[in-house]
């Protein structure tokens, strides 16, 4: 027997709940989320949780800085409890791309986030035991944020369901079922849903679902590797800030007291198609390449000396939807009626999720793309519209 909805999302993570909660906001009736697993099971829950506006994009920059006031206000907002850490962004970088940390400051300021250029004396204070060097620049936004992602993600579910969304979990979705030139549901593993329309937010399994149907978006699984540190066991030195180093390309941030997860600023690396390193996102490596750790470790006593005497403690990988310019892909299926998707996040997904939920919830309520997303089309790519963008480092991708 089939199930009835207004709107079916494929996909559990914040960029599909964003969107339910949207959709009930605006009146729809009947929104059901069908996540294959569990909600956060993708990269919503592995994210690092990092919410910060010192980029040189301004529109990147201002949903970014929405998605600081959204967690800092989700309790007063939805009166769902939600740990929010403002442990302010620290920026290093080398003096050849300071035009570029000066423009993302200007950016951040413009739009009313408070980021400023600060001395090595600052920098020192604000982070003990950071790499400091007149070679380098540095710069920090102190409303910047961290979320735990799987509590955020939690948290986001719980808001859906008291606004009525239904989520059901352990549903793998497969085909998409279409009438003519309309959608008309999925079929599941659990059975069919009916509904005009739907929205795919199912991270790095979206485009191969939508290949399927045979709509091709230029959107890859990229498998990235993280690791998390413990601080020496003497000495006592920790990380209190979220810190981005665009020399040793790593960015880091506190995981409790003793202990910082650690990534690749991905961005710097994926700078064409070639860097993708693509991965079955069902089937894929789990912990990291013994070469990249050491590679890792490297580069993390470079921007924090005192880590010489620290140690790994765990390492994961997960896979990325990564897109040509490393940012979103919002949009419909030109000539199918009701099929919109929201995907190529890149590693940056959570940190826009609330605005691109609010846009999406209106699109696909209206059947009009919102002005505010048309710089996110899949169709920039064909007409050269490529979003110039970096993590700040001054290169721009494809
Ligand atoms: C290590 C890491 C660090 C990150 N750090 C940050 C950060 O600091 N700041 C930031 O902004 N972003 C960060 N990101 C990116 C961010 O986590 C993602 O962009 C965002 O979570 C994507 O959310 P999503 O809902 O689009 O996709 P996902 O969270 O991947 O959710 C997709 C869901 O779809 C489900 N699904 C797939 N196929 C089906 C199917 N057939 N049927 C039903 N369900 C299906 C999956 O199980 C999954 O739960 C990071 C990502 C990673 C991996």
Same mark, same amino acid.
């Given at each position: *027997? ?8 494929? %996909? %559990? ?57 959204? &967690? ?12 929010? +850490? ?22 951040? +300021? ?44 939690? !948290? ?23 009438? %003519? ?30 290949? $399927?149907?045979?709509? +091709? ?13 413990? !601080? ?52 894929? $490596? ?9 590679? *890792? ?13 620290? &140690? ?28 919109? &998707? ?5 590693? %940056?997904? &959570? ?8 846009? *999406? !919830? ?28 970096? +993590? ?7």
């Amino acid at each position: *027997m089939s199930r009835l909805a207004d709107v079916v999302i494929v %996909g %559990g993570g914040v960029t599909g709940l964003c969107t339910a909660i949207c959709l009930k906001q605006l009146g729809v009736k009947r929104v059901i989320i069908l996540e294959k697993f569990y909600v956060g099971a993708g990269q919503s829950g592995r994210a690092a949780g990092i919410v910060r506006a010192l980029v040189p994009h301004e529109k990147v920059a201002t949903w970014q800085l929405q998605a600081q006031i959204f &967690f800092k206000d989700f309790y007063s907002r939805f009166g769902v409890p939600l740990k929010v +850490n403002q442990l302010g962004y620290l920026l290093r970088s080398s003096f050849q791309n300071e035009d570029r940390v000066a423009l993302a400051i200007d950016v951040a +300021n413009r739009i009313g986030s408070q980021a400023k250029r600060i001395n090595l004396a600052e920098a020192a204070d604000l982070q003990p035991g950071l790499r400091l060097d007149a070679e380098s620049i540095y710069a920090f936004e102190p409303g910047a944020i961290q979320i735990d992602p799987m509590p955020a993600t939690f !948290a986001l579910a719980c808001v859906a369901r008291q606004l009525g969304v239904e989520i059901i979990e352990d549903c793998a979705v497969g085909d998409i079922l279409v009438d %003519g030139s309309s959608i008309c549901g999925v079929a599941s593993s659990i059975g069919r849903f009916e509904a005009p329309r739907l929205m795919i937010a199912s991270g790095a399994w979206g485009a191969q679902q939508l290949s $399927k149907i045979g709509v +091709n978006l230029p959107i890859y699984p990229h498998r990235a590797e993280m690791a998390f540190f413990h !601080a020496p066991l003497v000495g006592g030195e920790t990380l209190c800030r979220i810190v981005s180093d665009g020399i040793t390309q790593l960015y880091l941030r506190p995981e409790g007291r003793d202990q910082m997860f650690v990534g690749w600023r991905e961005g710097d690396f994926v700078n064409n198609l070639s860097c993708i390193v693509r991965e079955n996102p069902d089937d894929y $490596k789990q912990i990291i390449t013994p070469a990249r750790l050491v590679d *890792m470790q490297h580069r993390l006593v470079s921007t924090l000396p005192y880590m010489k005497s620290g &140690f790994m403690h765990r390492t994961y990988t997960c896979i990325y939807d990564y897109s040509p310019d490393g940012q979103p892909v919002l949009d419909e299926v030109d000539k199918l009626t009701g099929l919109y &998707f929201a995907l190529g996040f890149s590693g %940056g997904g &959570f940190s826009v999720a609330p605005c691109v939920g609010q846009a *999406m !919830a209106e699109y696909i309520t209206t059947g009009l793309r919102p002005a505010n997303i048309k710089w996110l089309s899949l169709s920039r790519f064909s007409e050269g519209r490529s979003i110039q963008w970096s +993590n700040s480092t001054g290169e721009i991708k494809l």
